[in-house]
């Protein structure tokens, strides 16, 4: 097949790009540039220049030719926009999931020659066709398993998707890049959010947001313990980062309305644990489950709750978690399994 593969300079999508070109495929390297760095010349460095370095590499090293496409401007528009107004409204915000759907698997699509039968990455991931459907289906490593963050992808996006290294674990990938020396084949797996590089979060919320000075009250007493330079740069159960003397301080509340951090060194206080909570926006890959009793996934990583789904109207959801947890917030993307099955997902409300 003719593949366009996406790659970022990370291991992963280089060894789905040696494993194509081993099966005979006629693959394409594309990196899409879609950092802001440029942005915040100021700060520093750019690191995509790191990226670009090891994408040429292992593109030479695998004879397969390499295309730069920026997708900065499609970007802010759809990825960078919504992550500063969620973060404004309190919320937080997933990113990733509007990068696979919007630009990854999105305008990448309709950028490319539509002689390109399909378009790989470096996810851990696969996909199934059975009765005449395209399935998304987890990977056999539980931690990097990313079928979270691929959960709002379409019936018609998948269909062309092709996931190399999804029937793989890590410590195989790490294997396989070492065995054809793979120039980053000992390069750290990239961290935080996927347009920032190495900016920090609070340098990107205060160039966009700026700051919106507030009082640090402490929650037992509501005595004013300090400032803050706006309730954006915090989020519930933060402790460092408060900047007071005698804690461990938590930040346990956050008065939007008021622009007030309510802090505390009890850390029972942090937001109780709870068992339910709605869901609203939802995205099924296929059609909408019939089983009420599934598994759902709150954040990345390979911890599952046993839940059951009531629909309360096609856009809306109540969910019931087997066992409370203290970390569910609105903004964050709830995604249900059946079995080694990815449904598809939606947003906590």
């Given at each position: 097949?003719k ?41 520093g ?7 670009m ?39 937080t915000?997933?990113p ?18 539509a ?15 059975e ?17 979270y963050f ?9 269909t ?7 029937k793989?674990?890590k410590?195989e ?7 054809y ?13 996927c ?33 803050h ?10 402790r ?46 296929n059609?909408p ?10 954040r ?7 839940c059951?789904?009531?629909?309360q ?10 066992r409370?947890?203290?970390g ?5 993307f ?7 099955y990815c ?7």
């Amino acid at each position: 097949m003719k593949i366009a593969v996406l790659v970022s300079g990370g291991v992963d999508s280089s060894v789905a790009l040696q494993l194509l070109k081993n099966e005979g495929h006629d693959v394409t390297a594309f990196y899409l540039k879609i950092w802001l760095q440029d942005e915040f010349s100021f700060l520093g460095n750019c690191p995509w220049e790191e990226d670009m370095e090891f994408v040429r590499k292992v593109c030479e090293q695998t004879n397969v030719p390499l295309e730069v496409l920026s997708l900065q401007n499609e970007y802010w528009d759809k990825v960078v926009s919504y992550t500063i107004s969620e973060i404004k409204e309190g919320r937080t915000p997933n990113p990733d999931m509007f990068c696979n759907r919007l630009i990854k698997f999105g305008e990448f699509y309709d950028k490319i020659d539509a002689s390109f039968e399909k378009v790989a990455s470096g996810h851990y991931a696969n996909i199934s066709y059975e009765n005449e459907k395209y399935y998304l289906k987890r990977s056999p490593d539980p931690i990097k398993d990313q079928t979270y963050f691929l959960a709002y992808l379409t019936q018609q996006q998948i269909t062309r998707a092709l996931f190399p290294i999804g029937k793989y674990e890590k410590k195989e990938i790490r294997k396989i890049a070492a065995d054809y020396n793979l120039a980053n084949q000992t390069r750290k797996d990239s961290q935080g959010i996927c347009f920032l590089g190495q900016i920090k979060f609070s340098d990107f919320i205060k160039h966009h947001l700026g700051e919106l000075p507030g009082d640090i009250i402490e929650m037992e007493t509501g005595k004013i313990l300090g400032k803050h330079p706006g309730y954006y740069y915090f989020t519930i159960g933060q402790r460092s980062g408060i900047g007071l003397s005698g804690g461990p301080w938590f930040v346990v509340e956050k008065n939007i309305a008021e622009n007030k951090i309510l802090i505390s060194k009890n850390v029972e206080l942090i937001e109780k644990e709870k068992n339910h909570f709605s869901v609203t926006n939802f995205n099924w890959i296929n059609e909408p489950p019939t089983k009420k009793n599934l598994r759902v996934k709150i954040r990345h990583g390979e911890h599952f709750f046993d839940c059951s789904l009531k629909f309360q109207n096609d856009n809306l959801a109540g969910v019931l978690i087997d066992r409370p947890d203290r970390g569910i917030a609105a903004g964050q993307f709830a995604v249900f399994y059946d079995g080694d099955y990815c449904l598809g997902g939606g947003v906590i409300c």
